[in-house]
């Protein structure tokens, strides 16, 4: 089964550095990149940036850029998302989602497997 | 960049009734690459629609997609209450992704 698994919830205070992580199995790890998404509360999906697994070429949102850094590790098929001080405002549940370029013969460019979300609270 | 406007922001529908997504686009999607994503509560989203009119492995007949340019339409027929979710409009280009805002879908 092709699957994404995420790390688990995290609470944090304001300041906290933090890593999240995203494994992949059932495929080809490095064959597809890796995108990581927010979604805060009461809010709609946003990209943050995406990352490529065979060179750990990554491209980010500009809303994102500084904020956080996107890296991967082939050795375990493992993506990451990581904060070097957060904020309150950091609070979301992010998700990590597999990029598509060719789904049953069809040029696309989509987001076809999902992790199943980590919950980051940010608090003091 | 490439804005994407989704409407309306919440749709209340009844059981069996046809509920119509609109995402509009600020730029011309030259390659139809716009997908749909549904989000029910508390989960993850998952793809709906893909190349804007195909549908993904798995997803039932009673979604289709269409459109071209700068308008598209998700629209779902017979809905049921396993419906109720949140659906998300997305393009990339220019090494950019983008999502709507969503549309909220409510079954009465």
């Known amino acids: 089964e092709v699957q994404l698994v995420q790390s688990g919830a995290e609470v944090k205070k304001p300041g906290d550095s933090l890593k999240i992580s995203c494994q992949g199995s059932g495929y080809s790890f490095s064959d597809f990149w890796i995108a990581w998404v927010r979604l805060m509360p009461g809010k709609g999906l946003e990209w943050m940036g995406i990352i490529y697994p065979p060179d750990s070429y990554a491209r980010y949102s500009p809303s994102f850029q500084g904020q956080v850094t996107i890296s991967v590790d082939k050795s375990t098929n493992t993506a990451y998302l990581q904060w070097s001080s957060l904020e309150a405002s950091d609070t979301a549940i992010y998700y990590c989602a597999r990029r598509t370029t060719l789904l049953r013969g069809i040029g696309c460019d989509a987001f076809d497997v999902w992790g199943q979300g980590t919950v980051v609270t940010v608090s003091s | 960049e490439v804005v994407l406007t989704?409407?309306?922001?919440?749709?209340?529908?009844?059981?069996?009734?046809?509920?119509?997504?609109?995402?509009?686009a600020s730029?011309?999607?030259?390659?139809n690459y716009l997908a749909w994503?549904?989000?029910?509560?508390?989960?993850?989203?998952?793809?709906?629609?893909?190349?804007?009119?195909s549908r993904a492995t798995g997803v039932p007949d009673r979604f289709s997609g269409s459109g071209s340019g700068t308008d598209f339409t998700l629209t779902?027929?017979?809905?049921?209450?396993?419906?109720?979710?949140?659906?998300?409009c997305q393009h990339s280009g220019a090494s950019r992704w983008t999502f709507g805002q969503g549309t909220k879908v409510e079954i009465k």
């Open chain 2, 27 to 31: 730029q011309r999607i030259s390659n």
């Open chain 2, 37 to 53: 994503y549904q989000q029910r509560p508390g989960q993850a989203p998952g793809l709906l629609i893909y190349a804007a009119s």
């Open chain 2, 76 to 88: 779902i027929t017979r809905l049921e209450t396993e419906d109720s979710a949140v659906y998300y």
């Open chain 2, 6 to 24: 989704q409407s309306p922001g919440t749709l209340s529908v009844s059981p069996g009734e046809r509920a119509t997504l609109s995402c509009r």
